[in-house]
Structures are given as C-alpha cells and as structure tokens.
C-alpha cells in the first residue's frame, strides 16, 4: 500500500486510500454492503422483465392460436391434414399456458422470495442502510487509534526530513564559508554554532521518529486481527447475498425452462403422430365420394309418355302455408327446399325438352274410392313426419295435394307427408 500523508489526526475522516489498511481504505468493503443491496433490485427487476415478456409472449400465442383455429374451421383445409393443423393451434394454446405458468412462478415466487430476503438482510436508517452503518463504525472503532498512531509517525517523519535537511544545508554552508577568505572569524563561528544545533535536532527527530514507528509496529498486529474480524463480518454478509443469489438463478432457470414441461413434450408429440398417421389416400378417396367422382348419380333413363301425367314437373315445391286451412297441423318452413335439394331434376330451365309442363295437378281424390299413386323417384324424408320411398313404391293417397305441393299418404302402414310431384296417379 502507499501511505497516505497528514499533518495532523485531524485528518483522519479526510483520508482515504485504495489499500485496505490504510485510513478510510475500508470504504470499498462499506459500499460493497450497499452495492450488494442495489443488485438485490436490480435482480428483482430482470426477473420482472423477463415475467412481463413471458406475459407477452403468451397473449400473443392466445391470439395467434383463436385466429388460425377460427380460419381453419372455416376454410377449405379437410381431412386428417386439418386436423393436423387444429393440432399446431392447440400446441400453441398449450405453451401459452406454460409461459404463463412461468410468469406466474416467476412473479409468484421469485419476487416474493427475493421481496423477502433483502427485507430480512437490509434494513433502512435515515440516511443508509443499518448494515452499512454497522460495518462503517466497526472499522471506524478499530482504526481509530491506529490512525493515530500512524499520524504521529508521519508527524515525526516529516520532522526528522526537514531536521535532515536543513543539517544537510548548514553542511554546504559551512563549506562555503571555510573556503571563502572574506569570511570573518565572527560568521563562521555563528554558522558552527547553528549547525551544531542543527546535528542535534537532527539526532533528535530521528530517534522520535524511530520510536514512534515501534510504537506503530507493536500495534500492527493488533490492529491487522481486529480489521480482519470486521472485514469477515463483510465478507460473511457478501456470501449470503451471493447464494441467495445463486438459488435464486437456479429457481429461475427451472422455471423458464419450458422443455422440461411434459404438456408442451405431449403436443409435439401429438403433431408429430398425426403427421406420421396422415391418411393422405384416404382423404382423397373421401372427396372424390363427397364431391368428385365417387358421388351417386341418378341419371335419366327412358321414361314412356302417359296421358296422365308420368314426367316429374318442373321447378320447386313451394312451402306450405301454415295459415291455409288445407287441414295439415304442422309448421314446416323447409320441405320445398328439401324436396328441391333430393330432385335430381331440379334447375333445368322453361326451355328444356320438358316444354311448358310445370303444374301437375292430382287428380280429385273422392272419399268413397281408395286413391294409389307410385313413386316415379327415390325420395327420402327429411323430417319424422315424412314418407321415405323408393322407385316403384305404391302410396295410397289420404288427401289432396295442397297449394304447396305436399300430400299425406300411407305407406307400409305409415303415415305421412310427402311430395306430390315424386308420385304418378295408378288408373
């Protein structure tokens, strides 16, 4: 170390040195006490930030995963390709969850337990930390008097240099002096007077200053045990802050650790199998049945004329009125577009081989006669009060057809509705 230097043991408080064992060299050590308690905050806040990024984060997953679940139940995409791509969007919404779990441990329990402990390790005085102040007037204690001590030995060294000195001085003088022939008997006598003088104080201040640095040296040892006692107490505290410190990182590592979290393992997984279990052929061959060429036709065949009114008439069955008073109880809004949907005729226009035939109109049913009618299509009922049939099949007719095209009839021993131009009256 390099000593300071001063005048008086008034300037003990204004010393201050890199080394340690100087006066005030302990200040490094005291701010290492209030350092350590801004750190604390400063570990406090990268937690935070890191748990607000995990939030963020997560929301955007959230919304990234509705979107896309939402286009992809809407769009196009079929298949087991769509349902792997559901797939992405859960695996998604899952490590959403994950990352806010992470927030939450984060916030939860890191930040209450760092909350916790500088709570428990730093306590506020008016102006600094109680722990800072202890450790300031430890070594203030036992510096002290080796401060003192020290001061009187660079008092008596500063001594001892200008008693050196100016002998050193009075020397050269004197050689000038004798050496001189103009020099009188009066003026050189004065001058070994004072250098005599001055070889005395010289002697003088060299053996002070000698026994002050004893003095000094016998007080070394002590004062080095009590710093080192006081500066253990420091490093004591130090090693608490650093592993706190430690377990806290090693708490915030397993928390955003996410790849050891068995839900995000379970939906990788999940993608990946559905990927290497795509039935790519299969889902081909269901579209082609569903909408390409595997779909049922029923193509026109060869029907002969009769005078009676054989040909299926053109154009939709209207919905029945429910306020007419055709004498049918039930509300049904949808038969015309039903009727319309199972017609394989349906949409040729007025112009069509058909020519003008767009009404047909059954023939008056009289109570006393059962009236028959067959079934020139296929027709199957889309609600339970409606007949299903098959080409071919003989209905008995309870009632005429309505303004809306509906009959009820008998089929089997079943009755129901059914519509009237899928059926030609039997002679």
Not at 11 to 18: K, P
Not at 85 to 90: D, E, F
Request: with cysteine.
């Amino acid at each position: 170390c390099q000593h300071s230097h001063a005048g008086s043991e008034e300037d003990v408080g204004d010393l201050f040195s890199d080394c340690f064992w100087e006066i005030k060299g302990f200040k490094q050590v005291v701010k290492r006490i209030d350092d350590g308690a801004t750190l604390t905050d400063n570990l406090a806040q990268l937690i935070h930030e890191r748990a607000e990024l995990e939030l963020k984060y997560a929301k955007g997953l959230k919304t990234w995963s509705r979107k896309w679940e939402d286009a992809v139940n809407k769009g196009p995409e079929y298949g087991s390709l769509e349902q792997t791509m559901k797939s992405l969007t859960v695996e998604a919404n899952e490590t959403a969850d994950i990352h806010l779990d992470v927030r939450q441990k984060l916030t939860g329990s890191s930040l209450e337990s760092i909350k916790h402990w500088k709570n428990s390790n730093y306590q506020k005085t008016f102006v600094k930390w109680k722990q800072t102040a202890a450790a300031q007037e430890g070594f203030d204690k036992v510096q002290r008097p080796w401060a003192k001590r020290f001061l009187k030995v660079e008092k008596a060294k500063k001594a001892y240099h200008l008693a050196a000195r100016t002998l050193e001085q009075l020397k050269g003088q004197l050689d000038i002096y004798e050496r001189d022939a103009m020099t009188t008997t009066d003026a050189l006598k004065k001058l070994k007077d004072k250098l005599s003088k001055s070889e005395t104080e010289n002697d003088k201040t060299r053996d002070k200053y000698r026994d002050r640095l004893n003095e000094l040296d016998m007080a070394n040892q002590q004062y080095i045990n009590e710093m080192t006692v006081e500066f253990e107490k420091c490093q004591a505290m130090e090693k608490i802050r650093i592993e706190f410190f430690v377990e806290t990182i090693r708490d915030y590592l397993n928390f955003v650790d996410v790849s050891k979290d068995a839900r995000l393992t379970n939906s990788f997984q999940n993608i990946q199998h559905g990927l290497n279990e795509m039935t790519i052929e299969e889902d081909l061959k269901r579209y082609a049945d569903m909408k390409g060429t595997g779909m049922a036709m029923n193509w026109p065949k060869f029907v002969e004329y009769d005078e009676m009114g054989s040909t299926l008439p053109i154009g939709n069955l209207q919905m029945r009125d429910t306020n007419s008073n055709s004498g049918y109880d039930d509300n049904r809004s949808n038969k015309g577009a039903a009727a319309a949907a199972s017609n394989p005729f349906n949409g040729f226009d007025d112009d069509s081989e058909w020519g003008d035939q767009n009404t047909y109109v059954s023939a008056p049913v009289t109570a006393a006669v059962e009236v028959r009618v067959m079934a020139m299509f296929d027709y199957t009922g889309a609600e339970a009060d409606e007949l299903s049939f098959k080409e071919g099949d003989v209905l008995i007719q309870l009632d005429e057809e309505d303004e809306n095209g509906w009959c009820r009839g008998l089929l089997n021993g079943v009755e129901g509705l059914y519509p009237g131009s899928y059926v030609q009256l039997i002679k």
